[in-house]
């Protein structure tokens, strides 16, 4: 049975007192899952120094595909790893909107960091447009298969995925358990026809407005194995009790 993962994502919230606070909050209480917490670049080294012997692991919100060189503004995997970041967010919808982030972009961003030892959680969601025209399966299956392409079985061994619906990203709306379910169940099975090993060890994240309240029947579903939390892992007590979910 797969263990359920639960990573915070903090987009651009924190401050130096308010990190050290919540992360000392997430440290206190044990909690069923995993934990993460994945920070913005200059709060990395702070959360290396308040997570360093807890069970809480930290990772970073992006990772550069570029290895080295005149790249202003990007991180490199090198650097990361270094620290000894153990996640990178890869292909979150902001960055997808925003940075215009290509398919192949976010599978060199997922290969860059795992030649660093760095776990690639790759975010795959669609529109309210495309979900309303019964594309969902069409967008995310493009979206997963550039990554498919571009990394070998044991690679890929070696992957979160995180489903996120872009029409429910802080906008409070939540896919129903089995919506959700539905489209998880979808990515396993394109990965189990790459390799039915891998796709039955993977951990497959949602994430999209999940709260205390709707975690419980979100991470009931059988494919369904922990979330990407955003607003709610600004709070010490909701972010573990969706890790208790």
């Known amino acids: 049975m797969r263990q359920k993962l639960v990573i915070g994502n903090w987009k651009m919230h924190g401050s130096l007192a308010a990190n050290a606070a919540l992360l000392e909050g997430i440290k206190a209480a044990p909690a069923r899952a995993r934990l993460a917490v994945c920070a913005p670049f200059p709060y990395l080294a702070q959360c290396q120094a308040l997570l360093n012997g807890s ?3 930290w990772g970073a919100q992006d990772v550069s595909a570029e290895a080295r060189g005149a790249f202003t503004g990007e991180v ?3 650097m990361l790893g270094e620290f000894g970041c153990t996640y990178a967010l890869v292909g979150h919808s902001e960055r997808r909107t925003y940075h215009a982030e290509t398919d192949a972009v976010v599978a060199a961003k997922a290969l860059r960091a795992l030649e660093f030892g760095i776990l690639p959680v790759i975010c ?4 309210l447009s495309e979900r309303e025209a019964g594309q969902t399966e069409v967008v995310v299956g493009r979206q997963l298969q550039a990554v498919l392409d571009a990394l070998s079985a044991e690679q ?3 992957v979160v995925l995180a489903y996120e619906p872009v029409w429910a ?3 409070g709306k939540t896919a129903t358990s089995e919506q959700a379910q539905a489209v998880h169940a979808f990515l396993r099975g394109k ?3 790459r390799d039915a090993g891998v796709a039955e060890r993977m951990a497959i994240l949602y994430g999209g407005s999940v709260k205390p309240d709707n975690a419980v029947e979100l991470f009931s579903m059988s494919d369904i194995d922990g979330g990407l939390i955003g607003g709610a892992s600004l709070k010490s007590e909701d972010f573990l009790a969706i890790g208790n979910a």
């Open 55 to 57: 069970q809480v692991v």
């Open 76 to 78: 490199a995997a090198s």
């Open 124 to 127: 795959v969601g669609e529109t």
């Open 156 to 158: 890929l061994g070696r």
């Open 169 to 171: 990203i802080g906008t």
């Open 191 to 193: 990965v189990r026809e």
